[in-house]
C-alpha cells in the first residue's frame, strides 16, 4: 500500500499538469471554429450568393491551414524535449530556423491560394461562384505567412509549456475579426462594400495583428527572458530546417488525410440531395466542436510527452501519454453521452426543418459512438508527436482513413443504400482502426529505449551558426 501513494501522487500531479495546459488550449481551438462561424454569419446576412463563396473559398482555405500547421507542428515537440532536457539556451536556435520555416512555408501557401482555380473547378463549384471565390481567395491569401509565422510564436510559447498566451490571442483576433468584418464587407468608413473579398481582406488582416501582437509579447513579456530569440541574426540552416521538415510533413500529411477524408465524405454525400446535406452539415459541426476538447488536450500531450523525453524520464513518457489519453476518454464521455441522449435536441438549435432534424439526430448518434475512437486516435498522436514518432503514424492514418475510412463509406452509402449513416459508418471504421494502430504505436514506443532516452534529443543536436 505504502508503495502505491507516491505513483498515484505522481499520477496526480501529471493529471493536474496536462489540465492546466490543456484548458488554454482547447479555447484557443474554439476560438479558431468561432472565426469560421463569424465569416459565415458575416456572408449569410450580406447575400446567400456571398455566403456560397466563401463556404467555398474557406473549405479550400482549411487545406492551406491544414498544411501550415501540420508543418509547423514540428516546433512544440523540439522545444520540449530541449526545454525538458535543460537545454532551453538553445531553443533561441530552433525557433530562429522555425521562423525561416514559417516564412517560406507561408510564401509558397500565398502562392498556391491565389492560384487555385483548377481545384474550384474540380470540386463541381457552380460557375456562378467562380469571380467571388477567387476574389476571396486572393484577398486572403495575403494572411498566409502571418498564419504560419503565428504558429511558429505558438510552438515556441506551447513547448515551454505556456499555453495561456495562444488563448488570448486566438480570442483576440476573434474579437478584432467581428468589426473589421463589418466594415470590410459592407462598406464603413468610407470604404465601398466588397463582400467576399471583404471578408478575406477581414481575416487577413486579423491574422496579421495576431500574429505581430504574439510576436510583441513573446519579445517582451519576462517568460521568455533568456531564450536569446532573437540575441543575432541567422541565415537559414538547412539542415536544421530539414529537420523540422523531417517531423513535422508527416504531420501535415496526416492532418491533410483526415480533412480529406471529411471533404471526401461531404462531396459524396452532396450527390444525396440538400436534405441529406443540411443534416450532414449540422452533425459534423457539432462533431467539429466537441473535437476542439481532444485535440486541446492532444497538444498538452504532446508537450508533456516532450519533457519526459528531454529528462530521459522513461516512465514520464509513460504517465504523461497514458494520463493524458485517460483524460481523453473521460471528455468523450461527456461528448458521446450527450450526443446518444439528446440527439434531436442538439440538431433542433440548428434548424426548424422537421426532416432535416430527424435525419441529423441518426447522423449525431454515430457521432457520438465515434467519439471514443476519434479521442484515443487524437490523443495517441499528439503523445506519438512528443516522441517526434511522425512517419509510421501518417502511414496508420493514411491507411485507416483511405485504406479503411472511405471504401467502407462508400460501400455502405452507395452499394448498401444505407446513404449519409454508410458513409458515417466508414468514418467510424476508419476512425476505430486508426485508433487502435495508434494506441498500440505509442504502447509499444513508450517502452523502447529509441524513442525514450536520450537518443530523441540526439537526433536533432543543435548546429550553431556561422560566424
Known amino acids: 500500500m505504502n508503495a502505491f501513494r507516491p505513483d498515484r501522487a505522481r499520477l496526480a500531479r501529471e493529471i493536474g499538469a496536462t489540465v492546466r495546459l490543456a484548458l488554454p488550449l482547447i479555447l484557443a481551438q474554439l476560438a479558431a471554429i468561432g472565426s469560421n462561424v463569424i465569416d459565415a454569419m458575416l456572408s449569410g446576412h450580406y447575400s446567400a450568393h456571398v455566403l456560397g463563396a466563401v463556404a467555398v473559398g474557406a473549405s479550400i482555405w482549411s487545406l ?25 539556451a538553445e531553443v533561441g536556435g530552433v525557433f530562429r530556423q522555425a521562423l525561416w520555416l ?44 502571418a498564419l504560419t509565422c503565428y504558429f511558429a510564436l505558438r510552438g515556441l510559447s506551447e513547448g515551454l509549456s505556456l ?27 468610407g470604404l465601398p ?89 449540422v452533425a459534423l459541426n457539432v462533431a467539429s466542436l466537441f473535437f476542439m ?19 530521459g524520464d ?6 504523461a501519454g497514458f494520463c493524458g489519453i485517460g483524460l481523453t476518454l473521460v471528455t468523450q464521455l461527456v461528448s458521446a453521452g450527450l ?11 440548428y434548424t426548424h426543418d422537421a426532416k432535416v432534424t430527424a435525419l441529423a439526430a441518426q447522423l449525431l448518434v454515430l457521432a457520438g459512438l465515434f467519439q471514443f475512437s476519434d479521442g484515443i486516435q487524437v490523443a495517441s498522436n499528439g503523445a506519438l508527436r512528443g516522441l517526434k514518432d511522425t512517419r509510421v503514424p501518417m502511414a496508420i492514418t493514411l491507411f485507416a482513413y483511405w485504406g479503411v475510412g472511405m471504401p467502407v463509406g462508400w460501400w455502405l452509402a452507395f452499394r448498401h443504400g444505407l446513404g449519409a449513416r454508410g458513409m458515417w459508418m466508414g468514418l467510424i471504421a476508419g476512425l476505430s482502426v486508426a485508433a487502435v494502430l495508434l494506441f ?3 504502447w509499444r514506443s513508450s517502452r523502447h529505449p529509441h524513442f525514450v532516452g536520450e537518443s530523441c534529443l540526439d537526433e536533432l543536436p543543435y548546429i550553431p551558426p556561422s560566424p
Open 64 to 88: 492551406a491551414i491544414v498544411s501550415g500547421i501540420g508543418v509547423m507542428m514540428s516546433v512544440p515537440p523540439s522545444v520540449s524535449q530541449l526545454d525538458g532536457a535543460g537545454r532551453r
Open 102 to 145: 514559417a516564412a517560406t512555408l507561408g510564401v509558397l501557401l500565398w502562392y498556391v491560394v491565389r492560384h487555385a482555380e483548377p481545384l474550384i473547378k474540380l470540386i463541381g463549384v457552380a460557375p456562378s461562384l467562380y469571380t467571388s471565390v477567387g476574389e476571396f481567395l486572393r484577398a486572403i491569401s495575403w494572411g498566409a505567412p
Open 163 to 189: 499555453t495561456r498566451p495562444s488563448m488570448y490571442f486566438s480570442f483576440g483576433g476573434l474579437l478584432l475579426l467581428v468589426p473589421l468584418g463589418y466594415v470590410f464587407m459592407f462598406g464603413r468608413l
Open 193 to 281: 462594400p466588397q463582400g467576399a473579398r471583404g471578408c478575406g481582406i477581414a481575416t487577413a488582416t486579423a491574422l496579421w495583428v495576431e500574429m505581430l501582437g504574439f510576436a510583441t509579447y513573446v519579445l517582451y513579456h519576462r517568460n521568455y527572458r533568456g531564450l536569446n530569440l532573437l540575441e543575432r541574426f541567422e541565415w537559414p540552416h538547412w539542415r536544421r530546417i530539414g529537420q523540422l521538415l523531417h517531423i513535422g510533413l508527416p504531420m501535415a500529411v496526416t492532418l491533410l488525410a483526415e480533412a480529406g477524408l471529411f471533404v471526401a465524405a461531404a462531396l459524396l454525400i452532396g450527390t444525396l440531395g440538400e436534405d441529406v446535406v443540411a443534416s450532414h452539415q
Open 293 to 311: 476538447i481532444p485535440l486541446g488536450l492532444a497538444m498538452a500531450i504532446t508537450v508533456r510527452v516532450g519533457n519526459a523525453v528531454g529528462r
Open 314 to 319: 522513461p516512465a514520464g513518457v509513460r504517465y
Open 339 to 349: 450526443m446518444l441522449a439528446l440527439p434531436h435536441f442538439i440538431a433542433s438549435l
Open 440 to 442: 498500440a504505436r505509442f
